[in-house]
């Protein structure tokens, strides 16, 4: 490995104010310890995909570039890839730091009464979307698109909120019930995509919809376990 | 343009089975006439686009290679860009192939009663992710990636099969309903996908189940126009 290069050194050296500069850590994903550094391995892999997550909303991940990531950060495109081995290991990250966002914002609280936790869920599921149109689906299509570090990522995220959905209906946890409620997270991401884009009915009812279609799966994702027919 | 060069002239010019070798096309689909051939150019264009259709079940349209879909048609890599101007373009041209195949086996005969109309339709769905999921899959995950050419083909097919099912419902087709029946397509396609993988129900379950969702969209498809709340 290179030693560690004074920040700024090869960019312009503009202010770089650190989103998670609280957090000083004295290692490097490498595993090499550092001991003195003006900026930590680890604030500078937070500022990166900071900057990664600035430009999402506009720029789908694949589209992201090394120069343009770099540049903001007022360091060279060499040492980028001291903190990130790869492109791809990039682009996971700030595909994982994404997705960790859109989880705390849509998970329920814990304590939250159960029958408050879907439509809760569902109604801050459509503000995200809403908001961050772009960047959801830079996510889906990157998932979509086979980038195993995002597909990855994004199944995790649905499976937190297929859980959430599966305790609301309620239904057990299991094979048929998860296949079901995958699907009908497929329905509300493709409809609130849609959605956003022309509202074609209000937003209440659109909140109403998703609940009745998940409640209507109730009969069958209750059923005999597969193989009985 | 470079002239028409002989038919395995650079390959090792094994028996070429022209699938479409009745149709004698006497254009290029750059306009020029061509008058001596020994296969014409719509035959050739017929050939390549069969041989990316037999390589689909095993290789997404993305990987599939130039060098391999001329190696195998015993031409040069040169001469298939004499077909298709770029790699984009061919693999516009396989997805637009194996979209007509799906659509000609999905889409319901004229004069099928309505009331077979979706159940038909929906079987013969089944039938065909159960045949060659890993060309549909393909198909799905290129129009995600948004390779324009294959997400145009892709919702040129939906939207076909999405009518079907508003004229089953039946509803008017509206952008509500639209919305609707897409998100409700988008629901049958990943649960079709996930069961072709682990059938967790019986197929004639699978089968009542898909038409059961689509009838409880009914009422809300039918409200309103859009714009009341």
Known sequence: MQPHAAPGAAGPGRGVAAPAAGRRRRWRPGGDRVTVVRRSAGDRRAQLVEIGLELLPTTPVQDLTIDEVARRAGISRSLLFHYFATKAEYYAAVMDAAAALLRDHVVPRPGTAPAGQLPGMLDRFVTWVETYRDSYLAFVRGAHAGDPGVAEVYEQTREQLVAVALAAVP??????????????????????????????LPRAELLELLVEVLGGLRARAAGPPAGRG
């Not at 239904?171 to 074609?200: C, K, M, N, S, Y």
């Open 171 to 200: 239904l057990p946890d299991g094979p048929r019930q998860r296949q079901l409620v995958r699907a009908w997270f497929a329905f509300t991401e493709d409809l609130v995509l849609q959605w956003t884009r022309e509202p074609t």
